[in-house]
């Protein structure tokens, strides 16, 4: 079945304790992106990938890193989370020529107390 | 950046009602996309528009690339409960190869049997 995995679905953590989300997909997508959605912003892109080694930002890459050394593989990761980076997180991607099919994940709730 | 506003934020319906909701910018995009997502998961691609005046159906769903192409329209004839979700309009202005999408806030969408 294609999809988009993300792993955890749930994670409550501590101000300043590293976490990484992860993100695979089995669809051979070149591009995958990170979004967050708060209630009234609707989803923001914090990261997207082109493919492989290619990472660039989005609109709300502040507190945030990735890295894309598979094509499968697009992990998100919070050196130090904060609490406003409580969010929930989702994980797309796509192929190449299909830019605007979106297959996204189920999402990741993340609280930073 | 570009920002899209999307009305109503939230619609409570009676099941066979139809429902219409749009979405504004103060840019133009090429293109403007629907997505629906259900509860605990992730958006779903419903319907994409790609010409200026397009009117795209899928079922009961119908919608509209705006002339102005600062706009578009979802319309939602007969609903039935399993509408109920958040629906999210996204467009592309274009400038980039993978398709960068800005979301509106949201309409949640209540169907009450």
């Known amino acids: 079945e294609a999809q988009v995995t993300q792993n955890p679905r749930y994670l409550i953590t501590v101000t300043g304790k590293k976490l990484t989300v992860t993100c695979s997909q089995n669809m051979n997508h070149e591009y995958m992106s990170w979004y967050r959605q708060d209630p009234g912003l609707g989803l923001r892109q914090i990261y997207y990938s082109m493919n492989v080694e290619v990472t660039d930002k989005g609109d709300v890459p502040e507190g945030y890193k990735v890295s894309r050394k598979e094509k499968r593989n697009f992990p998100l990761i919070l050196e130090s989370p904060s609490p406003n980076q409580t969010s929930l997180y989702f994980c797309?991607?796509?192929?190449?020529?299909?830019?605007?099919?979106?297959?996204f994940g189920p999402g990741t709730r993340l609280t930073v107390t | 950046g570009q920002q899209l506003n999307q009305s109503p934020q939230s619609m409570f319906i009676q099941e066979g009602e139809d429902v219409s909701m749009n979405c504004t910018s103060s840019s133009i995009f090429n293109t403007w996309l629907w997505y629906k997502q259900d509860p605990g998961e992730g958006p779903v691609l419903l319907i994409a528009l790609y010409k200026a005046g397009e009117l795209t159906s899928n079922g009961r769903l119908t919608a509209q690339f705006g002339t102005t192409r600062k706009d578009s329209f979802l319309n939602i004839s007969a609903s039935i409960p399993s509408d109920v979700g958040i629906y999210f309009c996204a467009g592309d202005a274009g400038g980039t190869s993978y398709g960068k999408l800005t979301f509106g806030q949201g309409t949640i969408l209540t169907v009450h049997p």
């Open positions: 797309a991607s796509n192929r190449q020529g299909f830019r605007y099919e979106q297959y």
